[in-house]
């Protein structure tokens, strides 16, 4: 059994933790808070940028697609995988749920070569080894927020799509639902798949420049859209799980410390006890 001494240092202990998971708990509902904010601002924007876009694809019709990056490859040998996590860890199944979603998505396409564009440290550390190839990692997810890497992460993607380097490309990321809930889900990126009709989101419209010209424009922003919104998904979604995490950590310190306290209390009534009868025991000796 422990002694008073080794059980006063383990309740030390575990409220010290208690107090680091009380304030991370803190700190990630501080920076949810912003991040959501975040993430819903950008989804009128993002459901626009939908709409303006079946709008012209629908108009301009034909047999053909009026753009390279809404034109299907004839068949599909390569695909691309833009795969995101946190960069840091202490936010519960939040890393592992994604990385092995990855991993069943690879799998999953069979023979048709899987390239993986990790981004987010966690997701770097774990396609490194060996999973599958990695033509580039695109580092951190914290610093990816920013234009200048959206756009280096868009133009990587398309431009390998448009090579013929890549028939298809998906992300693969958690989706925020709700700050208790993330979900990993696999979401189509290129190629761009309009599914509105020319009487449902057109109607009688006058544009400047053309629609074509118009397009062009349209097609690569929209994918910038939709990386930004996975990256803003994704960041939203690990500080919920780690408010939950530190949370649900800072519970079990709380019960562990009552049980080790409940402890001590029972190892000092034996000890008071113990002395009690050798007293006794010594007094009644000296008779």
Same mark, same amino acid.
């Given at each position: ?59 301009? #019709? #034909?047999?053909?697609?009026? /753009?390279?990056?809404?034109?299907? /490859? ?214």
């Amino acid at each position: 059994m422990p002694s008073l001494k080794d059980i006063r240092k383990r309740i030390s202990s575990v409220k010290n933790t208690q107090k680091i998971t009380k304030a991370m708990k803190l700190v990630s509902a501080a920076k949810l808070r912003r991040a959501q904010d975040a993430m819903l601002q950008l989804r009128p924007y993002a459901a626009k940028h939908r709409e303006m876009l079946e709008s012209l694809a629908a108009q301009l #019709g #034909g047999d053909e697609a009026p /753009h390279p990056l809404l034109q299907a /490859h004839d068949e599909v040998k390569r695909v691309g995988v833009l795969a995101l996590s946190s960069d840091r860890g202490m936010c519960g199944a939040f890393n592992s749920q994604i990385i092995k979603r990855t991993q069943q998505y690879v799998k999953s396409r069979g023979d048709v070569a899987v390239a993986v564009y990790p981004l987010g440290r966690r997701m770097v550390t774990a396609m490194e080894k060996g999973v599958a190839e990695v033509p580039e990692a695109f580092g951190e997810i914290i610093p990816a927020t920013s234009t200048e890497t959206i756009r280096h992460i868009t133009d990587t993607l398309v431009d390998g799509f448009l090579k013929g380097e890549l028939d298809e490309v998906v992300i693969v990321s958690n989706r925020f639902r709700s700050a208790i809930s993330q979900e990993a889900a696999v979401l189509p990126l290129l190629p761009v798949t309009p599914e509105g009709e020319a009487d449902e989101v057109g109607g009688e419209m006058i544009y400047e420049p053309d629609q074509t010209a118009l397009l062009q424009y349209v097609v690569p922003r929209y994918i910038e859209v939709q990386i930004r919104q996975a990256i803003l998904e994704s960041i939203a979604g690990e500080h919920a799980a780690r408010m939950n995490a530190m949370n649900n950590a800072t519970d079990n310190a709380s019960e562990m410390i009552g049980s080790l306290t409940l402890q001590m209390n029972r190892a000092r009534q034996a000890a008071i006890t113990t002395e009690l009868m050798e007293i006794i025991g010594g007094a009644e000796a000296l008779k």
